[in-house]
């Protein structure tokens, strides 16, 4: 049977190595990319799967001052289009990481979701 102190150890241990994992994930994250779009795609946003956006793209057909309020409702559309699929993405990516920690199904870590 192993001693107090060492059941401790191991547990620090295994805290140290899913903070690891948890820290390379979202570095990972932070480099997959996904493209939202609206409009039949006049309208494109790009945002890390983390949720950060990087870019946003607006056909010049929209370019229209009477095309206002239907440019920014294109623009809110493909942002949360690219949000979704972030989001999707990034949880995709979690079970992943939980799979190869040797967690059951359905076991949520603080933070993971």
Do not use: Y
Request: no cysteine; net charge negative.
């Amino acid at each position: 049977m192993k001693s107090m102190e060492e059941m401790m150890q191991a547990a620090q241990k295994a805290a140290e190595t899913i903070q690891t994992q948890m820290n390379d994930m979202q570095v990972k994250l932070d480099n997959i990319e996904v493209e939202g779009a609206s409009g039949g795609g006049l309208v494109k946003v790009r945002a890390t799967a983390k949720g950060r956006i990087l870019g946003v793209a607006i056909d010049d057909s929209l370019m229209k001052i009477e095309e206002k309020q239907m440019l920014e409702d294109l623009v809110t559309a493909a942002f949360n289009d690219a949000r979704d699929k972030a989001d999707r993405v990034s949880a995709d990516e979690m079970k992943e990481m939980q799979g190869g920690m040797g967690l059951p199904p359905g076991f949520n870590l603080p933070g993971m979701g």
